[in-house]
């Protein structure tokens, strides 16, 4: 699976837009762009995920760069329950193999 | 809630000893991928199934081996254990395989003291 850099970690204020930033310059045509987090405690939960447009649910949002070396994910409103470990990784189409892990974004959340 | 239970929820044994841990996947999920999580060496993908078919291997060491039934939990088992097995061992399961959601369970602790 290509590589992908994230911030170790970011901070933000409780009720305030949080945008992740993930780089993979060497992403591949057909890899697909995935966002999991771990709450404290719990096993990873999926986001989001997208190829080459943005994308939208209840969760965040993603915003992918039209050379699709990099992305953000986007949560609108940061509550104090959204500060977990992220990870952006990529994913093949016709993968069969587990996710990559990387070391992700620990975000903090200031109430 | 994911839908994925594991048991036992913490697993406390001596090194040498060997353990198994379940896994039951989401209703009507027919991959079952394990995956260990260490302080230093972060999340690792172990090995995936497929409706009872070996899919997929990671870092999985030649002591730990898995399996899936007919019913399709899994069981990971763990032997020769070794006090860096100390780690949380999560399980995951997705629909089929591919770029499918996968959607993790609570997670088993062991202990090898």
């Known amino acids: 699976d290509a590589k992908t850099t994230q911030p170790n970690s970011m901070e933000s204020n409780e009720e305030e837009p949080v945008h992740l930033p993930c780089n993979h310059s060497t992403i591949s045509g057909t890899d697909y762009i995935h966002w999991y987090r771990q709450l404290p405690s719990q096993g990873p939960e999926y986001v989001i995920h997208?190829?080459?447009s943005n994308v939208n649910n209840r969760m965040a949002s993603l915003a992918i760069a039209e050379d699709r070396k990099s992305s953000t994910l986007i949560l609108h409103r940061a509550t104090l329950r959204d500060a977990a470990v992220y990870y952006c990784i990529l994913r093949g189409g016709g993968g069969a193999d587990g996710l990559t892990f990387g070391k992700g974004t620990h975000l903090i959340i200031q109430p | 809630d994911s839908g994925v239970t594991q048991t036992p929820k913490h697993l406390i044994t001596a090194t040498g000893q060997r353990v198994t841990l379940r896994c039951s996947p989401r209703?009507?999920?027919?991959?079952v991928y394990w995956y260990q999580q260490s302080l230093d060496q972060g999340l690792q993908f172990l090995i995936q199934y497929y409706n009872g078919e070996e899919r997929a291997k990671g870092n999985i060491l030649e002591r730990f081996s898995a399996q899936q039934f007919p019913d399709l939990h899994s069981e990971l088992n763990l032997s020769s254990l070794e006090l860096g097995d100390s780690a949380l061992y999560f399980c995951?399961?997705?629909?089929?395989?591919?770029?499918?959601?996968?959607?993790f369970g609570p997670g088993t602790r062991l202990t090898v003291l």
């Open positions: 995951a399961s997705s629909v089929v395989s591919g770029v499918d959601t996968q959607y």
């Open positions: 209703s009507g999920d027919l991959s």
């Open positions: 997208g190829l080459t």
